[in-house]
């Protein structure tokens, strides 16, 4: 296998017999010689090539057009301009798959709403490129915190037949007819439907591993068109037993200060592009972040210090009422200045699942709200005592035949048990400054679209 572009820009010295492949870039003709820019997808930076008049596949070379496949078989050497360090003089060139004139992906600005429409070929953009390296290095530094911290991972069901969020804004998964609707002819015999979240089967796994966490795919049929939502997104989900909502609230926290020092540490090329081009203030943030605890206001200390500052708020601040991404987004950006956790909400805005407190009237539940983006985390300390979770399911209108299995959790050896789900994907927003979800996911699923 050819070595990367990525690879050959990192050499320590001059190399004869590279092979350097990837797409051409751009290609300046001269009078006997020509220079390609090519890009492999491994890095931000382009391999700089000079393929002289003369040389075998030469010939081909009118055809090395932007978009089009090569190989280039020749010698790393010393740039001689200061763009780069190296170079490759080619000694062979190969076409491998022309691009004729209609490729959109030519030299100049492309607006994002553009791009969504060529979503298969949007990733050989530079601020594609570089976002989707971000989403692999970040998705292996998830799995990096929980495994350094004792965590297991589980694979929780994408069908389920329980609704977690109580929000009823699922997919129906079904072989039936449209419009049938005797489930127990459907292929399960009962309704099923793809999963708002893995909590509730992660619940069972933490309550025999101690410690798990889930990473995957998760639907919701809501629809709404902000550029925070989709209906395919991917959770982060970790389950602790013997773990109280402080313990929570330090490891999401942990978590988010981790996961942003991974991108200043591991794609240091990205933060400074996506810094000059999407966000001017991403170093700083991330850094700010990494070094400067996180506020925590209880829900009622948050919502009097909203109908206190004199903001005029499009949806009106009340208590019992859900905060809205202006309520959190000020909170954090102008109030406090930093990421804050958002605990002990009103019972009656919150699932059944969570733990309720001694005051009768709130349940141990948390969001952790970042700047620029407004909630990235929720979570909550579970609800272990059995005659508390059977009332609440009661109170919700919930079956405790259809949950049997998840109450048997409070039957037999129940223990405190917290845990939060955390939005990949908005945390890629965090971390890459691009604040359109659409652009954090290489193809985005959202109300009328569900194309490639």
Sequence with gaps: MSATIKELLASEAVRDGVVAQGWVRTRRDSKAFSFLELNDGSCLKNLQCIVDEGIPGYEHIAQCTTGAAVRIDGRLVASRGGAQKWEVQATAVTLLGGADESFPLQKKGHSPEFLRTI???????SLYGSVFRVRSRLAYAVHRFFQERGFFYVHTPIITASDCEGAGEMFRVTTLAPGADDFTKDFFAKQAFLTVSGQLEGETMATALGKIYTFGPTFRAENSNTTRHAAEFWMIEPEMAFCDLVQDMDMAEAQVKYLAQSMLDESPEEVEFLGKFVDKGLRERLEFVVNRPFERLSYTEAVAILQRSGKSFEYPVAYGQNLQSEHERWLTEEHCRCPVTVYNYPKDIKPFYMRLNDDGQTVAAMDLLVPGIGEIVGGSQREERLDQLQANMAQHGLSEEAYGWYVDLRRYGSVPHAGYGLGFERMLMFVT??????????????????EF
Aim: aromatic letters at 4%.
């Design 433 to 450: 400054g691009v604040p359109n979800i659409r652009d954090v996911i290489p193809f985005a699923r959202t109300p009328g679209h569900c």
């Design 119 to 125: 979503a298969h070929l949007r990733p050989r953009t």
